[in-house]
């Protein structure tokens, strides 16, 4: 099983471009988050799916929208990238109680 | 009150010493505090979780103590190693229809030899 996979690792954007960073998993999760990391700022969660269909705000989701295309794939999209989602994008997945999660490898996304 | 607040941000210690990392909440509806560790370049990964029901609880040389009417919890590493140099984030949660984790800010551990 290769777990919770992200594409791409590196990814350099100007400002006001867009991109969609890929998340998928083979764990059978059920729920599905994305949290961006900034130093000194731990771990902050921009969107979530608790289920198949459903999809939900987190803490930070002005600039993001989020997509789950099915039971294994979250996708994360920026519509106009700005210089402040510079940060390193982490995509987990979980089945709920009791909470334990499962995060992929990241992306850094560098935004000029 | 959805914050945890964990300090210290960063910790040295040489090897075989007990660092001690401690985090705060407010929300007592929370009822699950994981701690995760994280090495460079690779994502966070679930290391050791309290109910709390429980004060303390061991695997290996990993320990958390809860302390429920002063709403803290810390993370003992005993006889700790280089190995464990990594960042040391706590969290928390509750029950309900979904099960988001609510993170302290990170404690960056360096064990030196």
């Known amino acids: 099983n290769a777990g919770v996979t992200q594409t791409p690792k590196f990814q350099v954007l100007k400002t006001g471009q867009s991109m969609t960073l890929q998340c998928a998993q083979d764990m059978n999760h059920n729920s599905m988050y994305w949290y961006r990391q900034d130093p000194g700022m731990g771990l902050r969660l921009i969107y979530y799916s608790a289920s198949e269909g459903t999809t939900d705000k987190g803490e930070v989701p002005n600039g993001y929208n989020v997509s789950r295309l099915n039971k294994r794939e979250f996708s994360l999209r920026l519509e106009s990238a700005a210089p402040s989602q510079t940060s390193v994008y982490f995509c987990?997945?979980?089945?709920?109680?009791?909470?334990?999660?499962?995060f992929g490898p990241g992306t850094r996304l560098t935004v000029t | 009150q959805q914050q945890v607040k964990q300090s210290p941000q960063s910790l040295i210690v040489q090897k075989g010493g007990i660092p001690i990392i401690n985090c705060a909440y407010e929300?007592?509806?929370?009822?699950?505090f994981p701690w995760y560790q994280q090495f460079p370049g690779k994502g966070p990964a679930l290391l050791i979780a309290i109910r709390p029901d429980v004060s303390e609880k061991k695997e290996g040389r990993f320990t958390i103590s809860f302390n429920k009417s002063a709403k803290q919890f810390s993370l003992h590493i005993m006889d700790s190693q280089p190995g464990d140099s990594a960042t040391y984030f706590c969290a928390a949660s509750m029950s309900g229809p979904t099960d988001k984790l609510i993170f302290g800010t990170g404690t960056r551990l360096q064990v030196f030899p």
């Open positions: 987990a997945g979980g089945h709920g109680f009791p909470y334990e999660q499962y």
């Open positions: 929300n007592t509806a929370f009822d699950y």
